[in-house]
């Protein structure tokens, strides 16, 4: 259960940078993609072994509401956190020594290689992140930008696929970039470098792969898992590699003509 509450927390957390916009995501000006002399790449996994995500419960929206329905989901959905904890230990044993870390790093490292216009400078992993760990590496990077890149991975509620998740902010350093910020001028832009309103890209992305031969029983799928685990790094492998493609398709993307 603390492993979901706190996975859940830095989710939050790395969400904030990216939450303040009025759009799902602020896609690089054009012409602001092609004055990019130099990007530093700041990578955060904070987790450290694989996960199992919980269906959320439903009750209290089923049921119309109210304080009593709310706490319902609140037991449902811890004891489906416990659960889950106790069917993926045994996976994340048998996982011991697989790095998605590094996985992840080098997938994205041969993706990057193919849009030549980020002019990556360095890719930095971030091992333990402190709280203001975008401040701190904004503020040391000599790059033109900073891209920060938020990734973290996990089972599906039934054990039956494998997620990846990614949020990606993009921070200008030289002034010519920063006047393609999403609020440039703001008010809010003003007190801090780092604040959202000075982003000129952002996104969040999502990837799921199924697992074969599964079956409607998360148990037995949890099981099979767990004694398969040369099957499932090769699966966090290849989710590795489709969160790494979903982060630089992204960077690539046009952002539409406003009307």
């Known amino acids: 259960m603390f ?9 939050a957390g790395l969400m904030l940078l990216t939450a303040c916009g009025s759009t799902p995501n602020y896609y690089i000006d054009d012409v602001a993609r092609n004055q990019i002399s130099s990007t530093q790449v700041i990578v955060n996994i904070p987790q450290k072994e694989i ?10 929206v089923a049921g119309g509401g109210g304080l009593l329905l709310a706490l319902v989901d609140v037991a449902v959905e811890s004891s489906r956190a416990n659960t889950a904890e106790e069917l993926i230990q045994p996976i994340k044993d048998s996982l011991i020594e697989t790095d998605f870390q590094a996985m992840f790093m080098t ?8 849009a030549p216009w980020l002019n990556v ?3 930095t992993l971030v091992i333990d992140p402190v709280e203001n760990h975008v401040d701190s590496h904004y503020r040391a990077s000599e790059a033109e930008a900073v891209l920060f890149i938020d990734a973290s991975y996990a089972l599906g509620a039934n054990f039956d696929s494998m997620k990846g998740y990614a949020v990606l902010s993009m921070l200008p350093k030289s002034d010519t970039l920063k006047q393609y910020s999403e ?4 008010k809010k832009s003003k007190t801090s470098a780092t604040h959202p309103d000075n982003l000129i890209y ?3 992305i999502a990837v799921n792969r199924a697992l074969s ?10 099981a099979k898992w767990a004694e398969q685990p040369a099957v499932l790094q090769a699966e966090l492998q290849a989710i ?20």
């Open 3 to 11: 492993n979901q509450i706190r996975y859940a927390a830095v989710a």
């Open 51 to 60: 996960t199992a995500e919980i269906d959320a419960s439903n009750v209290a």
């Open 107 to 114: 997938a994205l490292q041969e993706e990057l290689a193919a």
């Open 121 to 123: 400078s360095n890719t």
């Open 183 to 186: 609020k440039a001028g703001s």
């Open 202 to 204: 952002r996104d969040s």
């Open 213 to 222: 031969s599964i079956s409607e029983d998360k148990e037995v799928n949890a």
């Open 240 to 259: 590795a590699k489709l969160l790494a493609a979903s982060v630089v398709r992204s960077l690539d993307t046009k952002r539409a003509p406003t009307a």
